[in-house]
């Protein structure tokens, strides 16, 4: 991203998410780097493994202080640089996992991930008086550099289960993330879109084989 648009235009600010003065250091260096904040994409998540039976308070807290309390504490801090801007974005990365489907080894990563638009829902009328729009992206099946070292077969097999007959891509993510910081995209607050090839949809696996 650095090398496309050139330097000043991109800073990097390591941040601890789950934590709140970490989270008010990242927006205050952004807002004296380039005078504002005109959209936050609340982007950072964790999702360890672990079963329900074995799962440690220890393995619960860490997923919950990433996935929700730093989307509590990234928007909370870039709230009033949001506010100035007088169209602020807010575009929330979720998932299927937990808000639509479930999968083993990840209640809490489900959990986090479904109470992220509990808040989404309830920022967006919060912060709809100040011209700011709070939406939620949920990603189905992407093909990520860590997917990809899954296999070919393995990733076929995904794919298999997808109506689209393939795995979603980082642009697909990517584009509507963009569209959604846009002035056109003014009048959409408070809305989960999956982006996952219709993943969702089938009854049963039948209704996607040939």
Same mark, same amino acid.
């Given at each position: 991203?650095?090398?496309?648009?050139?330097?000043?235009?991109?800073?990097?600010?390591?941040?601890?998410?789950?934590?709140?003065? %970490?989270?008010?250091?990242?927006?205050?260096?952004?807002?004296?780097?380039?005078?504002?904040?005109?959209?936050?994409?609340?982007?950072?998540?964790?999702?360890?493994?672990?079963?329900?039976?074995?799962?440690?308070?220890?393995?619960?807290?860490?997923?919950?202080?990433?996935?929700?309390?730093?989307?509590?504490?990234?928007?909370?801090?870039?709230?009033?640089?949001?506010?100035?801007?007088?169209? #602020?974005?807010?575009?929330?990365?979720? %998932?299927?996992?937990?808000?639509?489907?479930?999968?083993?080894?990840?209640?809490?990563?489900?959990? %986090?991930?479904?109470?992220?638009?509990?808040?989404?829902?309830?920022?967006?009328?919060?912060?709809? $008086?100040?011209?700011?729009?709070?939406?939620?992206?949920?990603?189905?099946?992407?093909?990520?550099? #860590?997917?990809?070292?899954?296999?070919?077969?393995?990733?076929?097999?995904?794919? %298999?289960?997808?109506?689209?007959?393939?795995?979603?891509? $980082?642009?697909?993510?990517?584009?509507?993330?963009?569209?959604?910081?846009?002035?056109?995209?003014?009048?959409?607050?408070?809305?989960?879109?999956?982006?996952?090839?219709?993943?969702?949809?089938?009854?049963?696996?039948?209704?996607?084989?040939?």
């Amino acid at each position: 991203m650095l090398d496309a648009l050139g330097p000043g235009k991109v800073l990097g600010v390591p941040t601890d998410i789950s934590d709140r003065g %970490s989270c008010d250091e990242m927006a205050a260096a952004a807002v004296e780097a380039f005078g504002g904040l005109d959209v936050l994409c609340a982007n950072a998540g964790i999702f360890p493994e672990a079963s329900l039976a074995t799962m440690t308070p220890e393995q619960l807290a860490e997923v919950l202080d990433v996935n929700v309390k730093g989307t509590f504490f990234a928007v909370q801090a870039c709230m009033d640089a949001l506010i100035a801007s007088g169209t #602020g974005r807010v575009v929330l990365t979720s %998932s299927i996992t937990g808000p639509i489907t479930g999968y083993p080894g990840w209640t809490h990563y489900g959990a %986090s991930k479904s109470a992220q638009l509990g808040f989404m829902r309830t920022a967006a009328i919060e912060l709809a $008086p100040h011209g700011i729009t709070v939406n939620a992206i949920l990603p189905g099946n992407i093909l990520t550099e #860590g997917l990809a070292e899954m296999g070919e077969d393995y990733l076929a097999g995904m794919a %298999s289960a997808i109506p689209a007959g393939a795995l979603g891509t $980082p642009e697909d993510i990517g584009h509507l993330a963009a569209f959604l910081a846009t002035r056109e995209a003014g009048y959409i607050t408070g809305q989960a879109v999956a982006v996952d090839g219709g993943q969702v949809l089938p009854e049963s696996p039948d209704a996607v084989r040939p």
